[in-house]
């Protein structure tokens, strides 16, 4: 802990930080729908699409997906604008997942493609969300000149089980509302319904506030370059070491 530094004053200091507050909204958002998504998966295999013997492969081709979206991200992205291009693959997403609600449940092929196509194009995203806490702390510093690694990772660690917990929690209690019975092997119209929404419709609305968050988010590729540039001068003037993560190329 830097000197005359505290828990209380560090947390202080973050609350006044307009970036971490929307890093942790975010945060909180993107993995409530990811939760949501992911706890209706199994209902909508079986009931809606009417193949539960399919699960196993619907869940192993999405996690393919999944692996490769993110290990593309870098080729994919890196040439753009993170806070832009993150904007636009929110847009893209929510339109794939609005093309699976309104897929009829027996084009069983065009939902697999979807699946596929929407969580290779989620995970895009994955490491350009972690990028988002360094780049807090390296704007804290140049804001208060404090540099609040700790913290700030231990709350966007927080925030990410905010978003855990509510987003587990939402899908028993719309199940509940909506009378839901696991010992019916034909569930009512109403339930089917409902567990679309869950798996395609409630994600949206939480990306539509993703997306507004990014609106406000003022870290963009060239603000980031310029803030480290600021920070290693500082440093250098001061006579400072200089944090290995402050000599990484920036993306």
């Known amino acids: 802990m830097q000197p005359g530094s505290s828990v209380a004053k560090d947390l202080k200091l973050l609350l006044g930080n307009s970036q971490w507050r929307i890093m942790c909204a975010f945060k909180m958002m993107a993995t409530c729908s990811n939760v949501v998504r992911g706890g209706a998966t199994l209902y909508f295999v079986k009931y809606v699409m009417d193949h539960p013997e399919m699960a196993t492969q619907f869940l192993l081709y999405g996690s393919i997906a999944t692996m490769f979206g993110s290990l593309c991200s870098s080729r994919l992205l890196g040439r753009f604008d993170r806070v832009k291009a993150f904007k636009w693959i929110i847009v893209i997403y929510s339109l794939i997942s609005l093309l699976i609600f309104f897929t009829p449940a027996e084009h069983m092929a065009l939902i697999f ?13 994955t490491p350009l969300q972690w990028l988002m ?119």
């Not at 699946?115 to 995203?125: A, S």
């Not at 839901?180 to 539509?208: D, H, M, R, W």
């Open 113 to 125: 493609a979807l699946n596929i196509l929407f969580l290779f194009v989620f995970n895009t995203t």
């Open 133 to 251: 806490a360094s780049d807090v702390v390296d704007y804290e510093e140049s804001r208060s000149g404090r540099r609040l690694d700790g913290l700030v990772f231990s709350t966007y660690l927080f925030s990410l089980k905010i978003g855990l917990a509510i987003g587990g929690a939402v899908v028993g209690w719309i199940l509940a509302y909506v009378n839901y019975s696991a010992g019916n092997s034909v569930q009512p119209v109403e339930v089917l319904t409902t567990i679309k929404i869950l798996f395609c419709v409630v994600p949206v609305v939480l990306y539509v506030g993703m997306f507004t968050m990014l609106s406000f988010y003022k870290l963009s590729d060239a603000r980031v370059e310029a803030i480290s540039q600021q920070l290693l001068k500082h440093r250098a003037a001061q006579g400072e070491a200089i944090p290995d993560a402050a000599t990484a190329p920036s993306h």
